[in-house]
T-cell receptor, first 109, second 112 residues
Framework: QKEVEQDPGPLSVPEGAIVSLNCTYS??????FMWYRQYSRKGPELLMY????GNKEDGRFTAQVDKSSKYISLFIRDSQPSDSATYLC?????????FGKGNQVVVIP | DGGITQSPKYLFRKEGQNVTLSCEQN?????MYWYRQDPGQGLRLIYY???????QKGDIAEGYSVSREKKESFPLTVTSAQKNPTAFYLC???????????FGQGTRLTVV
């Protein structure tokens, strides 16, 4: 089983829809959870981070962590064409920072 | 502005040559990382350093070398021993373990 699993399949949604992304992980030592947005040929940009189970909201973005199920999610409300990018989940523990493969999201106007 | 600067943005190398990628940060972060990104493979860790003058191998360190002589700088050398060096290289830094990491804009290395 891979340390971090993120289904890389491209996701196409119409403008205004809710985008739902998720990752699972196997290492219970992970304590810090992050989501990054990466535009083509650019470095990843930190979107959200959290270290506790539950929901964290920031504008149109909500990060959800369920440590008991080893499952994290990112929701994007009222999606815009500018949200079209690759989204990577990441999680960290002492001496370890691991990433999912990334989800390509396309928001169609 | 605080941030991480990678240079150059694009780099071309002939087979058999060593090449060094630069990474500088002014965030006063202790930890720095080098990742390689290939299509469909996500980010793979090459080397990381938690403190000056100390670094550890990541998952794919073969054919690469690093140094960490200053807190702000973590250069990566891609040696001729690296069999498939063409890739997008990303440098990141964080305050330490269990904190968020920030990335540079990457260097695209092409072997010609």
């Amino acid at each position: 089983q891979k340390e971090v699993e993120q289904d890389p399949g491209p996701l196409s949604v119409p403008e205004g829809a809710i985008v739902s992304l998720n990752c699972t992980y196997s290492n219970s030592a992970f304590q810090y959870f992050m989501w990054y947005r990466q535009y083509s040929r650019k470095g990843p940009e930190l979107l959200m981070y959290t270290y506790s189970s539950g929901n964290k909201e920031d504008g149109r973005f909500t990060a959800q962590v369920d440590k008991s199920s080893k499952y994290i999610s990112l929701f994007i409300r009222d999606s815009q064409p500018s949200d079209s990018a690759t989204y990577l989940c990441a999680m960290s523990a002492i001496n370890r920072l691991a990433f999912g493969k990334g989800n390509q999201v396309v928001v169609i106007p | 502005d605080g941030g991480i600067t990678q240079s150059p943005k694009y780099l071309f190398r002939k087979e058999g040559q060593n090449v060094t990628l630069s990474c500088e940060q002014n965030l006063n972060h202790d930890a720095m990382y080098w990742y390689r990104q290939d299509p469909g493979q996500g980010l793979r860790l090459i080397y990381y350093s938690q403190i000056v003058n100390d670094f550890q191998k990541g998952d794919i360190a073969e054919g690469y070398s690093v140094s960490r002589e200053k807190k702000e700088s973590f250069p990566l050398t891609v040696t001729s021993a690296q069999k498939n060096p063409t890739a997008f290289y990303l440098c990141a830094s964080s305050r330490g373990a269990n904190t968020e990491a920030f990335f540079g804009q990457g260097t695209r290395l092409t072997v010609v």
